[in-house]
């Protein structure tokens, strides 16, 4: 049952994951894009990693999101023109071919490796106290520059968004 739930969730997760790149409008996107986060926090459930899918549903699906839909509606986008998007379909085609190729690959590789005897989570965090710990001593600075670099995009945006006069 686990592993059709996986499955499914993973076809799911792809199929919208196509849509957010497929898609013209900018705002459909961004939900299709909630919707491949979603199932990518129903796969950590399934691997028992409940921590990672509270963080992936509240951080990226709650916080991130809400800073581009923040952004789509701030600058107001217009649907891309079809005559670009079709000079750029083969090349992100052959990008995207390669890169899932190369996941494919990687996956299969460590197939052996899943199924040991603990879980994923166990073998990778105890619990949600060595987890916090480990990220506020060992991966501060990587942290605080992360949100840093957020807060100049965010900046850098409302200023172009003003600069340009999009918002009208």
Do not use: W
Not at 97 to 107: K, N, R, Y
């Amino acid at each position: 049952m686990v592993i059709f739930l996986s499955v499914l969730f993973t076809l799911v997760g792809l199929t919208s994951a196509v849509f957010v790149v497929t898609n013209k409008s900018p705002m459909n996107g961004a939900l299709f894009l909630i919707v491949t986060l979603f199932t990518v926090a129903a796969n950590y459930v399934l691997l028992t990693a409940e921590f990672l899918a509270a963080v992936q549903i509240i951080v990226y699906a709650g916080a991130i999101m809400v800073l581009i839909i923040f952004v789509v509606q701030l600058i107001g986008f217009q649907p891309v023109k079809d005559s670009i998007l079709q000079k750029q379909t083969p090349f992100a085609l052959v990008v995207v071919s390669l890169v899932f190729v190369q996941i494919a690959f990687f996956t299969l590789r460590s197939l052996p490796e899943l199924t040991s005897e603990a879980p994923l989570a166990e073998q990778t965090l105890d619990h949600a106290a060595s987890f916090s710990r480990i990220l506020f001593t060992k991966y501060l600075v990587p942290f605080e520059i992360a949100s840093v670099l957020l807060l100049v995009a965010i900046i850098g945006t409302v200023l172009l968004a003003q600069h340009k006069g999009i918002r009208e």
